[in-house]
């Protein structure tokens, strides 16, 4: 006899795993299938973790190298690359073993193994050694992620031609680094890797980096990085990728038509990512897929086919952990019976790159584009105390508020502790503030987050320290 539950979820990431802890809290007896040995999906394993510890101790290595401008002297630097690695895999094990302790304590069960639809009520798990096993269950949910895109006829080998997931295990440092995209993923590695002494090298197809993203922030952003020593290469196109005896050769295009060969060491591809779908038999109960292959979702989070869910990467929307673990949440509530929502307005993102870069609700470019009055209030570091004192005065926060209302519309910062600071900033706009709301709001001294309350100010033009 196969073992009932009252759902199913099919994948252990950020949104899985939350929505089968939150469902277990509901009172449904809950199941979560994982196919890879430790839960926590892209995000802990081979995605936002691993990446953000590389961040920290690459950023730590090279403010270590300038220590002897501020007065500290340690005398002679040395990277020992093999050990920042298993600091970086330390952090890993000790998160998704977390989760596993989770599932336990809310009596989760967790089945190792890749889950597939046998029909609308019945999942087929099968584990490492081909062994499978059926398990029935009344709901189920799709949370099974996204995988890296490649270049058309572009194959990861993950030794030269890498994706994210090998940019994290990288040997030694290359000499040449190129990466192909300027989004946020290979933003993030190419800064590791500079700063380990590589020379990073970015490709990208449009005029500017960092798409989607307000284009002051993403033009401060490349003069910052630019000035970091990565270079770029924009309006460039990628025409072939061929391995050779040094490592890799990239053909381009440039912006005047002439063509140009460039080696590397290793090239990293991050052109974006594509939802994992495959293998789930989702033909077979009749799920239906948009285009770009992502789960179709009503508002509910429902399938076309009833009892069956999706969450995260795998439907429509930014690709982002957060923005799953609030999807997992909602949707369990939902199946209870209780009015689940996730504020689509109001989601941050984060460049966890060094000033780091953030941002919550619309760009400029959005406001115009939707005919939208608004103000804008900016501030830089430049002009902050604390990030004066710590020697770290780049970047500024930028406030959009509707000219009539006065509400926050959008928020952008790039500088120090941004991921930190955009937190306010997604709360004030929760409650619907007005940028008069956070001005007349008592920040601490000295602290960054001085600069918003000034950025606040600074919509009605009566900032105070600049």
């Given at each position: 006899?196969?073992?009932k539950?009252?759902?199913v979820i099919?994948?252990?990431?950020?949104?899985?795993?939350?929505?089968?802890i939150?469902?277990?809290?509901?009172?449904f007896k809950?199941?979560?299938?994982?196919?890879r040995?430790t839960?926590?999906g892209?995000c802990?394993n081979?995605?936002?973790?691993?990446?953000?510890?590389?961040?920290?101790?690459?950023e730590?290595?090279?403010?270590?190298?300038?220590?002897?401008k501020?007065g500290?002297e340690?005398?002679?630097?040395?990277?020992?690359l093999?050990?920042?690695?298993?600091?970086?895999d330390?952090?890993?094990?000790?998160l998704t073993?977390?989760?596993e302790?989770?599932?336990k304590?809310?009596?989760v069960?967790y089945f190792?193994?890749?889950?597939?639809?046998?029909?609308k009520?019945?999942?087929?798990v099968?584990?490492?050694?081909?062994?499978?096993t059926?398990?029935?269950?009344?709901y189920?949910?799709?949370s099974?992620g996204?995988?890296?895109?490649?270049?058309p006829?572009i194959q990861?080998?993950?030794?030269?031609?890498?994706?994210?997931?090998?940019?994290?295990?990288?040997?030694?440092?290359?000499k040449k680094?190129?990466i192909?995209?300027g989004?946020?993923?290979?933003?993030?590695?190419?800064?590791?890797w500079?700063?380990?002494?590589?020379?990073v090298?970015?490709?990208?197809?449009?005029?500017?980096?960092t798409p989607g993203?307000d284009?002051?922030i993403s033009?401060?952003?490349?003069?910052?990085?630019?000035?970091?020593?990565?270079?770029?290469?924009?309006?460039?196109?990628?025409?072939?990728?061929?391995?050779?005896s040094?490592?890799?050769l990239?053909?381009?295009?440039?912006?005047?038509?002439?063509?140009e060969?460039i080696?590397?060491?290793v090239v990293?591809?991050s052109?974006?990512?594509?939802?994992?779908?495959k293998?789930?038999?989702?033909?077979?109960?009749?799920?239906?897929l948009?285009k770009k292959?992502?789960?179709?979702?009503?508002?509910?989070?429902?399938t076309n086919?009833?009892?069956?869910?999706?969450?995260?990467?795998?439907i429509?929307g930014?690709?982002?952990?957060?923005?799953?673990?609030?999807?997992?949440?909602?949707?369990?509530?939902?199946?209870?019976?209780?009015?689940?929502?996730?504020n689509?307005?109001?989601?941050?993102?984060?460049?966890?790159?060094s000033?780091?870069?953030?941002a919550?609700?619309?760009?400029?470019?959005?406001?115009?584009?939707?005919?939208i009055?608004?103000?804008?209030?900016?501030?830089?570091?430049?002009a902050?105390?604390?990030a004066?004192?710590?020697?770290?005065?780049?970047?500024?926060?930028?406030?959009?508020a509707?000219s009539?209302?006065?509400?926050?519309?959008?928020?952008?910062?790039?500088?120090?502790?941004a991921?930190?600071?955009?937190a306010?900033?997604?709360?004030?706009m929760?409650?619907?503030a007005s940028?008069?709301d956070?001005a007349?709001?008592?920040h601490?001294?000295?602290t960054?987050?001085?600069?918003?309350k000034?950025?606040a100010l600074?919509?009605?033009?009566?900032?105070?320290h600049?």
């Amino acid at each position: 006899m196969s073992e009932k539950f009252d759902a199913v979820i099919i994948g252990g990431g950020p949104g899985g795993y939350v929505c089968a802890i939150r469902l277990s809290q509901l009172g449904f007896k809950t199941a979560c299938v994982e196919s890879r040995d430790t839960l926590g999906g892209t995000c802990l394993n081979i995605g936002c973790i691993p990446s953000k510890s590389l961040l920290n101790l690459s950023e730590n290595y090279h403010k270590a190298k300038n220590f002897e401008k501020i007065g500290i002297e340690i005398g002679n630097l040395k990277l020992n690359l093999e050990k920042m690695m298993k600091n970086k895999d330390k952090a890993v094990t000790i998160l998704t073993k977390g989760i596993e302790f989770l599932f336990k304590k809310n009596k989760v069960s967790y089945f190792k193994g890749t889950g597939s639809f046998k029909n609308k009520n019945q999942i087929i798990v099968t584990d490492k050694d081909k062994k499978e096993t059926i398990i029935e269950t009344k709901y189920t949910i799709i949370s099974t992620g996204s995988e890296p895109s490649s270049i058309p006829g572009i194959q990861f080998d993950e030794k030269t031609i890498i994706s994210s997931t090998g940019a994290l295990k990288i040997p030694k440092v290359p000499k040449k680094m190129i990466i192909v995209g300027g989004g946020y993923i290979g933003l993030e590695m190419g800064s590791v890797w500079s700063r380990l002494g590589s020379n990073v090298e970015v490709i990208e197809f449009l005029d500017h980096i960092t798409p989607g993203m307000d284009r002051e922030i993403s033009n401060e952003f490349m003069k910052i990085l630019v000035k970091q020593g990565v270079n770029f290469n924009l309006k460039t196109k990628v025409e072939s990728i061929t391995k050779s005896s040094n490592g890799v050769l990239i053909e381009v295009s440039r912006p005047d038509g002439k063509k140009e060969k460039i080696e590397s060491d290793v090239v990293l591809i991050s052109v974006g990512r594509k939802p994992y779908t495959k293998n789930l038999n989702l033909d077979k109960i009749g799920v239906n897929l948009d285009k770009k292959g992502k789960v179709k979702v009503d508002k509910n989070f429902r399938t076309n086919v009833q009892d069956i869910y999706a969450v995260g990467d795998v439907i429509d929307g930014p690709m982002l952990a957060h923005k799953a673990e609030e999807e997992g949440i909602a949707v369990a509530e939902i199946i209870s019976g209780q009015s689940g929502h996730v504020n689509y307005d109001v989601i941050p993102s984060v460049i966890y790159t060094s000033p780091e870069v953030a941002a919550v609700g619309k760009t400029e470019e959005q406001l115009k584009n939707d005919k939208i009055s608004y103000k804008v209030g900016k501030f830089p570091f430049m002009a902050n105390s604390r990030a004066k004192a710590i020697n770290e005065p780049e970047g500024f926060v930028k406030i959009l508020a509707d000219s009539k209302t006065d509400k926050v519309l959008g928020v952008h910062i790039i500088g120090p502790h941004a991921g930190e600071m955009i937190a306010e900033m997604s709360v004030a706009m929760e409650f619907g503030a007005s940028s008069e709301d956070i001005a007349r709001t008592c920040h601490a001294h000295p602290t960054f987050s001085e600069a918003i309350k000034e950025a606040a100010l600074s919509v009605d033009k009566r900032q105070i320290h600049s």
